[in-house]
């Protein structure tokens, strides 16, 4: 079997410099503002070494959310690789808010106060992706009331509810830790589940 090509450790820290300098701007002047030159000075890099690994700035946003949605996206395949099924969305939901919570000051930045489209919208499309697998999954929705909310509207919802909830929570400074935040997120999903948010199947 192949094996992928492991990036050299000197290109990874450079793109560790460029990321940090970009987003102790991000904390002090709006994107606009924000240059190449600038970003170079504060990673203490020359302008050549950035554009050795991004073409301009907007590709960087690109290659930064991806990277945010591919760390996510390793936290949800790794826990689904070691857990039970039924503890599955409770472990997903405690570590993903522990990764937030190690890397707040990126999250603050790009989801809660910058609110920048290219990062909310993938984080958006993958929540997106993440209910509507766990809703093909399930089977115990109850009969009774199954069409009262058509399925896409109840994935928005969801998806909505849930990143506008970490975004108040960094906002806020964390008031709570991941653990407890989970706990509320989860108990509030399954009041919901009991009661109101029913998948239509159609």
């Not at 990143?163 to 008031?175: A, F, N």
Request: proline share 5%.
């Amino acid at each position: 079997m192949p094996t992928t090509p492991r990036t050299d450790p000197r290109v990874l820290r450079t793109r560790q410099l460029i990321r940090d300098a970009f987003i102790d701007l991000l904390e002090e002047v709006q994107l606009e503002k924000i240059t190449v030159n600038r970003i170079a000075e504060r990673a203490t890099i020359n302008r050549v070494t950035f554009y050795l690994h991004y073409r301009d700035i907007p590709e960087m946003l690109e290659t930064l959310a991806d990277d945010m949605i591919n760390e996510i996206h390793a936290i949800v395949d790794d826990i689904r690789n070691q857990s039970r099924p039924i503890d599955m969305d409770w472990s997903i939901l405690v570590n993903l808010l522990e990764h937030i919570a190690e890397n707040s000051k990126f999250y603050k930045v790009m989801l809660a106060s910058q609110r920048l489209p290219v990062f909310n919208d993938r984080l958006m499309k993958l929540f997106v992706d993440l209910i509507t697998s766990r809703s093909e999954n399930r089977t115990d929705f109850p009969s009774a009331l199954a069409k009262v909310v058509p399925k896409d509207i109840a994935i928005w919802y969801g998806s909505s509810a849930f990143i506008g909830t970490i975004v108040c929570w960094l906002r806020e400074d964390m008031p709570y830790t991941p653990l407890f935040l989970a706990k509320q997120l989860s108990l509030l999903f399954h009041i919901q589940q009991d009661t109101s948010l029913l998948i239509d199947p159609e």
